[in-house]
């Protein structure tokens, strides 16, 4: 046999163990859902719509997907309002101490992460009887995103061009004009950057809800899907697969749509 | 070329004399009152949902706060106590222990490793098999934790779990007999796609007339690998392994499938933390712990902005 | 509705103490097309956004028609400028970008859309309306940024580099358009270019800038013919002027061991035993194959083809000097050759500045 022909043979058994690796873990979460009387045995599913019923009979799981949907969309708008205007000023305007500010905002966004402030904000929701409020839980979450929105959105507008404002400048634009008319159609891509990634990081966080939130009622999908599989008795396999499915269903779509629009070069907060 | 970069402001006018200008010279017009206007409400949210509790973790280190009882109305300053009863704890040495496992298993061997693997199996490839594996592995990276974690416990079940069956073994309870192993090989099944992604960038960013004429000196794959490539996405590589080490040090998602069990065989730090805080109610101690991580989170975060901006 | 433009004791210093512009006087009449010309760093793209307010001047004044506008903003100075990169609105249509200036001043959208096509019909842009800049040429992207300026009602045009982002057969039919396009506007326009040969095609007159001061102003013909100074004489030409260390003796000029005759234009105005620079350009020198008065005699060292001249340099006892020959009757390298220049286009600088009576 020829090098050649063993190297293709080689990448070929590479490819196979990697895309067995990858795949194996979420066979069941294609397979469960559709599956009558599911089990944690991947089999074939002799597709039944049945158990998506029993989400709409469960009392916290389609309002916990609500719930997240409300703090995502609430900590995403925050985010981006806040982070865009904190950037065009960062980014247009040279105020004192502007370099150091930078700096200082990336390294607490990289070293004040939720496992490290989980206990303070826990003391101080508990003390100042902020547990169970979820603008409190939505301001803690954009004090977290902020930093890195603003850094990758600044960043975004230093390589626009400065001549577009100045020639609306000359043009005779008031400041409020310039926003509205070339700053903020320049900067979409960048403004629906960070909001895709504010809405995929809420979306996705266990840590914070878990900690603040004690009221089922207002608990996230992620709290309550783990609450669905570690309390007590049987797991209800039919609802934790389909439950699931459906909180996966939404970030698979907007890493669809983002990675077609933008092509996919962001997340956890950096880009080279 | 552009014009020159606007410049800053001019500040007050020279006393006397000279005429005040005072009108604004960045690009928009915006001036100093409305750029500071536009940047305050980030800060000040900044200020008291971020750099506050980091501060506040600093001082409840330093007390014998509990949740409930006698100091959780009167907390006392207690100075390095936390700290000290900390280092005699064999707990908190164990957790160390396996946090260090974790981030060197997960993270530097099995990210990292496996990431750039990827990256260089694919780099040549267009077309559908490139989209299916990066898309594989980039799902592991985007679902939820709450989800991934369950379908990992799915995976692991003993008895009806898909990977004992496929390894044809019975009743090998992974998640308790072997909850580091498989935490650490969750990890790297959940994180790989940033190094994968990382690294595919920087495979593209390596001349490829480096590469050929590396071949048409007859290199190997290995010494392309070695002579050329290495060298060039040194930095890259170092981003990589200081930003995965910071992330994985501060994953939670362990607790997710074995909460720090059996026995705290899997408890990392960040789950030490919530557990002794949060669960045992002993916040200055857990403050303690989470001063600890601060500071280690630090290090590494200032190392990786020195070399970030030795390369700009 | 038109107006001049009037500079006075202009200053601009950059924090940090770079003195882009040093006490600078300028007058720049209604409906001139000028020119701000000099190297890079000179100045004068600072003094162009001076002008047009994105600069504030650390001191001295910029009038406008009638009014001090030192202390306006930008948008209060009513001049219209043309930015290097032309600044099109990638997110609007090219008639969007043509009525941009109205839509800031809030008139309707069915005026702005009528004043956009009545000002694109005229830059030849009547296809292209629904476009959008990126989906256009270099050549077309430039005449929509001069149709956004036409359709404001701007006292006074300023265009910073305006051909730079062409290529170099366009930017000469863009040349040509432009001029006629300003003389037949008639507004006050000043552009700025690092290209003497724009400057010299287009201007009527043209302000030569080194280090944040103006070194010459005139008519192209006036800056092109009699260069205040050997700075102007070396960056002005197509082919440098030859600039020869000289001493004066006997009524006559010494330059590299021949001797030369005081040309018309410093006659009677030099000291004997005094050093000067002795310029002349290499189209003002005449070829000659034989000995002859006046004359600069050396080897043939390079022949350059001009198309249809070549441009020789000869090797005068170590000296390089360079004349301009016609077609047909070139040397070959290593001839015997001569260099006589015209006593009424030679020129005499003392101490850098040109002798003139």
């Not at chain 3, 202009?10 to 924090?15: A, D, F, G, R, S």
């Not at chain 3, 040093?22 to 209604?30: E, F, S, V």
């Amino acid at each position: 046999m020829t090098r050649f022909a063993l190297g293709r043979i080689g990448f070929a058994t590479l490819i196979a163990v990697l895309l067995a690796f990858f795949t194996l873990p979420l066979l069941w979460l294609a397979s469960a859902p559709l599956t009558s009387d599911p089990t944690y045995k991947v089999a074939a599913p002799d597709l039944t719509w049945e158990n998506f019923r029993t989400i709409l009979e469960h009392p916290y799981a389609l309002p916990s997907l609500y719930n997240s949907l409300v703090l995502s969309a609430g900590t995403a708008l925050l985010v981006v309002l806040l982070a865009a205007l904190a950037a065009y000023a960062l980014s247009r305007v040279r105020l004192p101490g502007r370099d150091a500010l930078l700096y200082v905002l990336l390294l607490l966004s990289s070293i004040i992460t939720g496992t490290a402030a989980m206990v303070p904000l826990f003391q101080l929701a508990v003390d100042l009887r902020l547990i169970d409020s979820r603008l409190g839980l939505i301001l803690i979450l954009s004090g977290g995103l902020l930093p890195a929105a603003i850094f990758m959105l600044k960043d975004f507008m230093d390589s626009t061009p400065e001549s577009y404002e100045e020639s609306a400048r000359v043009f005779g634009a008031s400041p409020l004009q310039i926003v509205r008319h070339v700053v903020v159609p320049l900067v979409r891509p960048g403004l629906a950057t960070i909001a895709v990634w504010a809405v995929a990081n809420v979306w996705g966080n266990f840590l914070m809800p878990f900690l603040l939130l004690r009221d089922v009622e207002k608990q996230p999908a992620a709290v309550i899907m783990y609450t669905l599989y570690t309390e007590g008795g049987q797991a209800d396999l039919r609802l934790l697969s389909t439950f699931g499915l459906l909180y996966s269903v939404p970030v698979v779509l907007m890493y669809l749509i983002v990675s077609r629009k933008y092509g996919f070069r962001f997340h956890g907060g950096i880009k080279r | 070329m552009a014009p020159p970069a606007t410049p800053a402001d001019l500040g007050p006018p020279p006393a006397g004399g000279e005429r005040g200008h005072r009108h604004s010279v960045d690009a928009a017009g915006l001036g100093r009152l409305r750029a500071g206007a536009f940047t305050a409400p980030a800060l000040a949210l900044i200020a008291v949902f971020l750099v506050f509790p980091a501060l506040w973790v600093l001082y409840l280190g330093l007390t014998d706060y509990r949740l409930t009882g006698v100091a959780a109305a009167e907390p006392r300053i207690v100075g390095l106590d936390n700290f000290l009863a900390a280092l005699a704890n064999p707990r908190f040495w164990g957790s160390t222990w396996l946090t260090v496992q974790f981030v060197a298993g997960s993270a530097v061997a099995g990210q990292a490793v496996l990431g750039f693997a990827i990256a260089w199996l694919l780099r040549d490839r267009r077309g559908p098999l490139r989209r299916i594996v990066e898309g594989l592995v980039i799902l592991a990276w985007i679902l939820p934790s709450a989800v991934v974690a369950f379908l990992w416990v799915a995976l692991l079940d003993p008895s009806d779990g898909t990977l004992n069956a496929v390894l044809g073994l019975t009743d090998v309870a992974w998640l308790i007999d072997h909850p580091m192993l498989s935490i650490i090989v969750f990890n790297v099944w959940r994180g790989t796609a940033f190094s994968m992604l990382l690294y595919a960038a920087a495979l593209e960013s390596v001349p490829p007339s480096h590469l050929e004429s590396a071949r048409l000196a007859g290199a190997s794959s290995r010494r392309q690998l070695r002579d050329v490539v290495f060298p060039h996405i040194r930095g890259h590589v170092l981003t990589n392994l200081l930003l995965i080490s910071l992330w994985t040090f501060n994953d939670f998602t362990p607790f997710m499938l074995t909460a720090g069990g059996p026995d705290g065989r899997s408890e990392v730090l960040a789950v030490h933390v919530y557990i002794e805080a949060v669960r045992n109610g002993s916040l200055g101690y857990g403050a303690a712990i989470s001063t600890i991580i601060l500071l280690i989170n630090l290090v590494v975060a200032v190392c990786y902005l020195r070399l970030l901006r030795s390369r700009r | 509705m038109m107006a001049a433009i009037e500079l006075r004791g202009l200053t601009k210093v950059y924090p940090g103490g770079v003195r882009a512009l040093d006490h600078l006087d300028l007058a720049i009449p209604d409906g001139e097309f000028f020119a701000l010309l000099g190297p890079s760093g000179c100045g004068k793209t600072t003094l162009l956004r001076t002008i047009a307010g994105l600069e504030t001047a650390t001191g001295g004044a910029v009038v406008i028609g009638d009014r001090d506008v030192t202390g306006v903003q930008p948008g209060g100075r009513n001049v219209a400028m043309v930015f290097q990169d032309y600044a099109l609105f990638p997110h609007m249509d090219v008639s969007d970008n043509i009525a941009y200036p109205l839509r800031v001043k809030k008139v309707a959208r069915a005026a702005r859309r009528a004043r956009a096509a009545e000002v694109g019909a005229r830059l030849g842009l009547e296809h292209l309306m629904d476009r959008r800049p990126g989906r256009l040429s270099g050549g077309q992207q430039q005449r929509v940024a001069l149709a956004r300026v036409m359709a404001t009602q701007a006292q006074a045009f300023l265009f910073d580099e305006p051909l730079s982002n062409l290529d170099a057969r366009l930017r000469l039919e863009a040349r040509t358009f432009l001029k006629k396009l300003q003389r037949d506007l008639g507004v006050t326009t000043v552009f700025v270019t690092h290209d003497q040969a724009e400057a010299l095609a287009m201007a009527d007159r043209m302000a030569v800038m080194e280090a944040g001061h103006i070194r010459q102003i005139g008519t192209p013909a006036e800056v092109f013919r009699r260069p205040a100074n050997t700075f102007v004489a070396a960056f002005i030409g197509s082919t440098p002027m030859n600039l020869l260390d000289g001493v004066v003796r006997d009524g006559r000029l010494e330059v590299a061991g021949c001797a030369l005759p005081v040309p018309s234009s410093a006659e009677g105005l030099l000291a004997d035993g005094e050093r000067i620079v002795y310029g002349v350009r290499p189209e003002y020198n005449a070829y000659a194959s034989e000995p002859a008065e006046g004359a600069l005699g050396g080897k043939v060292a390079i022949m350059e083809n001009l198309g249809a001249s070549h441009l020789v340099t000869l090797d005068v006892n170590e000296v390089m000097v360079q004349v301009v020959v016609p077609e047909g009757r070139e040397p070959a390298v290593g001839d015997q050759g001569y260099a006589v220049p015209r006593r009424d286009r030679a020129l005499v600088y003392r101490d850098g500045e040109l002798v003139t009576g």
